[in-house]
């Protein structure tokens, strides 16, 4: 099994820029996806950012070229660089894990990275507010 604590959430003006973490422990893996999810109020929690194992990442339209997703391997965590941040990215973040396999594989079967049900482990979140 796997346990992730997300860290680095807080409030910022718009603009302004923030670096989630999620630290992962427990058991090891060879091959894995990871992801952080978000969930306003009142919303669906949808995926915001992708990365496999093999180093490939995918980023949900309205954050690409914005916001960064990067792993740390040796420190077993997952890092989310957001910039020029807007009060639309105001949720709670959500770092999420399929270990086993990397996102590509789930891919070649026409499963979307930002599939839910693909992860297994979750972490409890962490709250970014963005004021305009």
């Known amino acids: 099994q796997v346990q992730l604590v997300e860290s680095g959430g807080g409030s910022v003006q718009s603009g302004g820029s923030l670096r989630l973490s999620c630290v992962a422990s427990?058991?090891?893996?060879?091959?894995?996806?990871m992801a952080w999810f978000r969930q306003a109020p009142g919303k669906e929690r949808e995926g915001v950012a992708a990365i496999g194992s093999d180093g490939t990442t995918s980023y949900e339209g309205s954050v690409e070229g914005r916001f960064t997703i990067s792993q740390d391997n040796a420190k077993n965590t997952l890092y989310l660089q957001m910039n020029s941040l807007k009060p639309e990215d105001t949720a709670m973040y959500y770092c999420a894990a399929e270990p086993g396999h990397t996102c590509t594989y789930w891919a070649a079967y026409g499963f979307s990275w930002f599939r839910r049900g693909l992860y297994n482990a979750w972490g409890q979140g962490t709250q970014v507010s963005v004021s305009s």
């Open positions: 427990g058991d090891t893996y060879d091959n894995w996806c």
